[in-house]
């Protein structure tokens, strides 16, 4: 369990020093939907890159923390003084090693790495990253952490990482299942190929397997179809109900909350939260645009 919180969050682009971001205050906790809507330019997908750790922004004020509420992560226990981060102080693979997934709305296309490479690698560097986090330093030698992960050496398997090849193909086939992917898939280069679905359905794959507290989706419902709009939804549901995590899911569209329904939703004007509500909020949307939103900020400003 975490609980993503975001405080006055002020952001610039890097070169050039455009305003994007102009106060941004958000919570997002694990086992909830949230929907961030707004036009073109609003700044939600701005605010989506500074949780991950983009170079192209700067962060100008403001913080962006992570609480954890458990007392381990995946078997490595977490010091009563490590519960609470600062995102804006760590790079952002150790963003990423305390639990936040960013999902792209365009995905690279990588060639002659397979799916099943990648994905193994990412979650070995997420676990060995986690284990340096919140290693505590007392002048000794440290324990081995239990992981949670069968580490033991498997025949056949000689890369080094805390997940073996056999194990992670077990991990693999178990969440394509659970997702409904196709077995092949997980040979494929990877997004070499792939239609615009099978990229979004990929990222899905991909928070799936690294079991993010919060999982931060950029418009993944961009370009689909009603079928694999349905697909990518599925997946979204069992990130939440099957494995706890938190949802923010940014988006332009009610229709895919039609499928994946918001415990919230806010809406975005100008770099920061003009507005927050429910489900209905984004069907008010849908049906008057957003100048009624635009009016009542500056009527309250």
């Known amino acids: 369990m975490a609980r993503l919180e975001l405080n006055d969050?002020?952001?610039?682009?890097?070169?050039?020093?455009?305003?994007?971001l102009d106060g941004v205050d958000l919570e997002v906790q694990s086992g909830e939907i949230h929907a961030l809507m707004g036009p073109n330019g609003s700044g939600k997908s701005t605010t989506a890159k500074v949780i991950a750790g983009h170079p192209a922004y700067e962060v100008t004020g403001g913080e962006v923390l992570i609480h954890l509420d458990a007392e381990e992560f995946d078997g490595v226990e977490i010091p009563d003084d490590m519960r609470t981060w600062n995102l804006l102080d760590l790079e952002p693979n150790e963003r990423a090693a305390l639990g936040v997934f960013l999902g792209f709305q365009y995905p690279a296309e990588i060639e002659g790495v397979t799916m099943v490479n990648f994905l193994r690698t990412a979650l070995n560097a997420k676990l060995e990253e986690r284990e340096e986090l919140f290693e505590e330093d007392e002048g000794g030698e440290d324990e081995e952490e239990d992981t949670g992960y069968d580490t033991s050496p498997m025949e056949g398997d000689v890369d080094e990482g805390e997940v073996g090849v056999a194990e992670f193909q077990e991990i693999m086939s178990a969440k394509m299942e659970q997702l409904d992917m196709d077995a092949e898939f997980a040979q494929r280069y990877l997004n070499a190929g792939f239609s615009g679905g099978e990229k979004k359905q990929n990222e899905v794959l991909q928070a799936a397997i690294l079991e993010p507290s919060i999982?931060?989706?950029d418009e993944i419902d961009s370009?689909?179809?009603?079928?694999?709009l349905q697909d990518v939804s599925t997946g979204i549901n069992a990130l939440r109900d099957e494995q706890g995590a938190g949802i923010l899911q940014i988006t332009h569209y009610q229709r895919i909350l039609d499928y994946v329904e918001p415990d919230h939703v806010h809406i975005m004007l100008d770099g920061k939260i003009a507005k927050s509500g429910g489900p209905d909020l984004a069907r008010r949307l849908e049906d008057e645009g957003y100048d009624w939103v635009r009016e009542e900020a500056y009527e309250t400003a």
């Open 9 to 20: 969050l002020h952001a610039e682009v890097a070169e050039g020093g455009e305003k994007i």
């Open 215 to 217: 999982a931060v989706l």
């Open 223 to 228: 370009g689909l179809d009603i079928d694999r």
